[in-house]
Every structure is written in structure tokens, then in C-alpha cells.
């Protein structure tokens, strides 16, 4: 599954669940429509809370803290 994330200045819109790329790419244009033209965008892949649990631990990163590591997390 995948879901869409539009953030236009201070508001961020998350939608979706898409099944595919191509089908949530084929709403952005209509949802861009109703953006500033400086508005970003980025569709991601979600994933189940069981795989991130079940995912490996990598130092540093994210892996690390879902596993109860001591990672120190990315600035945005």
C-alpha cells in the first residue's frame, strides 16, 4: 500500500491507502490543482507495524529505535 503526502506551507494532507504508485500519481495532478505552486509532494510505502517490528536493527537509523535501540533519530 501506498499514501500520498502533499504539504503546501504549514499544512500537511496524507492521502490514500493506494495500491500502486501509478494510482495514487494519477490524483496528484487534481490535488495540485487546489495547491500553491510551491507545494511538495511524495508518495511512500507503507508498511505493516509487524515487518518494521520484525525489520533488523541498524545503527543510527530508524531500525534502531522501532527495535528499542539507542539510535538518535534523522532531522526532518
Given amino acids: 500500500m501506498y ?26 495532478d487534481q490535488l495540485l490543482a ?3 505552486p510551491q507545494a511538495h509532494w511524495q ?4 508498511e505493516s507495524p509487524e515487518a518494521a517490528v520484525k525489520a533488523p536493527a541498524t545503527p543510527g537509523g530508524t531500525g534502531a529505535l522501532l527495535a528499542g ?5 534523522l532531522a526532518a
Fill in 69 to 73: 535501540g539507542k539510535g538518535t533519530p
Fill in 3 to 28: 499514501l500520498l503526502t502533499v504539504r503546501d506551507g504549514l499544512h500537511t494532507r496524507h492521502i490514500g491507502p493506494y495500491a500502486s504508485p501509478p494510482l495514487a500519481a494519477a490524483d496528484l
Fill in 34 to 36: 487546489g495547491c500553491s
Fill in 43 to 46: 508518495i511512500h510505502r507503507l
